[in-house]
């Protein structure tokens, strides 16, 4: 596979130093893709930059993952309008922790195939490092007016900035141009990939490279990846997708793939999946022929949700938007884990009503409109009960003086009633 090649027909490449073709072409070449500590999860923001190190693995060439333990002390400007928090280093170690178990699911770190993947954490060498040393050794190479015609540094001094920038950020393109500069002495790195919005640091490391030992250094981004209308990819209202499945359930990671727009859905494929170009145009073929059956989110929800997390959470994801949008059942229900079912709950009515009453059992009538207020009377409920509207875990209930006991508790806590096809309450029994 011809990685620039592969990454242009994904629409993944934005800007690329000259030769950095011709040095993969070349030999197997290491590179590395920074990533940023500031939570104890990655979230699908950093997607883009891990399936980048993947290709570039499957091309052949050496992925390096820099987790930056020390740079996340200090904060990047670019992009930014404004300073980030700093981190203390208990906080970064136990982010430190879950990003490695996280990138470990992409890439290859433990065969002994020649380009298996490394994880370096730039604190290592950093924190050996004195600040009289650093602006003696790293400082003298890289001028004041090199650093400041750098865009993520010209958007901060503007007059219009309210925030204005501190010392400690403006020096974080150098503490990055060190980080590509201890790696291509120590780990013959050639190549620092990273988003577009990178690219002033990333040169920086380049040129200190070149005054510093004069040896060859690269340059490669791939654009920000944006929605087509212009919002911010990855945020939803309840804020951003994680590739945790603590933090997002793999059902609530599911349903944001399947709900892009179909314009997204094309670029998406593309970026976040490893699907090849024929078989990607024959799907968006297809979708434009036949756009309601929404094939092309299908497809895209299933790779990724797979290569994320696993084929059983990407099923259970599957059966669970079933039991929302009506065609699931009540052994559907009961295989749901605890997390999922309440994700696909979210947001539901919810009443607690007394476990000990339902191990004897109580009238339905009793438990729907005086217990829990799910109908405002027990006439009501009586007219829903005859109109064959009530359902009880996905079953129809249809007897007025029927009983609901333990047996009908889901994972010994929950019960699902539904008024007709669209409204939803749950009873929490405690």
């Known amino acids: 596979m011809n990685f620039v090649e592969e990454l242009s027909w994904r629409g993944m490449l934005h800007d690329m130093m000259p030769g950095t073709e011709e040095q993969l072409k070349k030999e197997m070449t290491a590179a590395y893709v920074g990533f940023d500590p500031t939570a104890e999860s990655l979230h699908i923001?950093?997607?883009?930059?891990?399936?980048?190190?993947?290709?570039?693995?499957?091309?052949?060439?050496?992925?390096?993952?820099?987790?930056?333990?020390?740079t996340g002390m200090i904060g990047d400007p670019s992009g930014?309008?404004?300073?980030?928090?700093?981190?203390?280093e208990?906080?970064?170690?136990?982010?430190?922790?879950?990003?490695?178990?996280?990138?470990?699911?992409f890439l290859d770190f433990d065969s002994d195939a020649e380009n298996k993947a490394v994880m370096v954490n730039n604190y290592d060498w950093m924190k050996q490092?004195?600040?009289?040393?650093?602006?003696?050794?790293?400082?003298?190479?890289?001028?004041?007016?090199?650093?400041?015609?750098?865009?993520?540094?010209?958007?901060?001094?503007?007059?219009?900035?309210k925030s204005g920038m501190s010392f400690t950020e403006f020096t974080y393109q150098l503490v990055q141009g060190y980080d590509f500069y201890w790696l291509n002495e120590h780990m013959n790195c050639k190549l620092q990939m990273g988003g577009s919005d990178q690219w002033g640091n990333i040169t920086?490391?380049?040129?200190?490279?070149?005054?510093?030992?004069?040896?060859?250094?690269?340059?490669?981004?791939?654009?920000?990846?944006?929605?087509?209308?212009?919002?911010?990819?990855?945020?939803?209202?309840?804020?951003?997708v994680w590739l945790d499945p603590k933090l997002t359930s793999p059902y609530k990671f599911y349903q944001f793939w399947l709900n892009?727009?179909?314009?997204?859905?094309?670029?998406?494929?593309?970026?976040?999946?490893?699907?090849?170009k024929e078989e990607i145009d024959a799907l968006i073929d297809q979708h434009k022929a036949t756009p309601h059956e929404r094939e092309l989110q299908k497809k895209l929800a299933e790779e990724v949700t797979v290569l994320v997390h696993s084929r059983e959470d990407y099923e259970m994801?599957?059966?669970?938007?079933?039991?929302?949008?009506?065609?699931?059942?009540?052994?559907?229900?009961?295989?749901?884990?605890?997390q999922t079912f309440l994700a696909v709950f979210e947001g539901v009515p919810q009443f607690a009503v007394s476990k000990s009453a339902l191990t004897s059992g109580v009238n339905v009538l009793d438990l729907l409109a005086d217990q829990a207020a799910v109908f405002p009377s027990k006439g009501e409920l009586?007219?829903?009960?005859?109109?064959?509207?009530?359902?009880?875990?996905?079953?129809?209930?249809?007897?007025?003086e029927g009983e609901i006991n333990s047996d009908f508790l889901i994972g010994d806590k929950y019960v699902l009633v539904q008024k007709g096809k669209k409204n939803y309450f749950l009873l929490i029994a405690e």
Not at 134 to 149: E, L, P, Q, S, W
Not at 210 to 230: C, E, M, Q, V, Y
């Open 45 to 70: 923001g950093s997607l883009a930059p891990i399936m980048l190190l993947k290709r570039y693995q499957l091309a052949g060439h050496k992925p390096i993952a820099l987790v930056g333990g020390a």
């Open 80 to 88: 930014k309008s404004q300073e980030r928090n700093l981190l203390n």
């Open 90 to 105: 208990e906080t970064l170690e136990r982010n430190l922790t879950g990003i490695r178990n996280q990138l470990a699911k």
């Open 129 to 161: 490092i004195s600040f009289l040393e650093f602006i003696r050794d790293i400082g003298k190479h890289i001028t004041v007016n090199y650093m400041m015609a750098k865009d993520s540094v010209k958007k901060r001094l503007n007059p219009e900035a």
């Open 204 to 240: 920086t490391g380049t040129e200190l490279i070149r005054r510093k030992s004069g040896n060859d250094a690269f340059a490669l981004t791939i654009p920000l990846i944006k929605k087509a209308d212009g919002t911010k990819f990855g945020k939803t209202e309840s804020g951003n």
């Open 260 to 276: 892009t727009s179909d314009e997204d859905a094309e670029s998406y494929i593309k970026i976040f999946t490893l699907l090849g």
């Open 317 to 338: 994801a599957v059966e669970a938007s079933q039991i929302l949008f009506g065609r699931g059942t009540a052994e559907n229900l009961r295989r749901l884990d605890e």
């Open 382 to 400: 009586r007219r829903t009960i005859k109109g064959n509207g009530l359902s009880i875990n996905k079953e129809k209930f249809t007897d007025q």
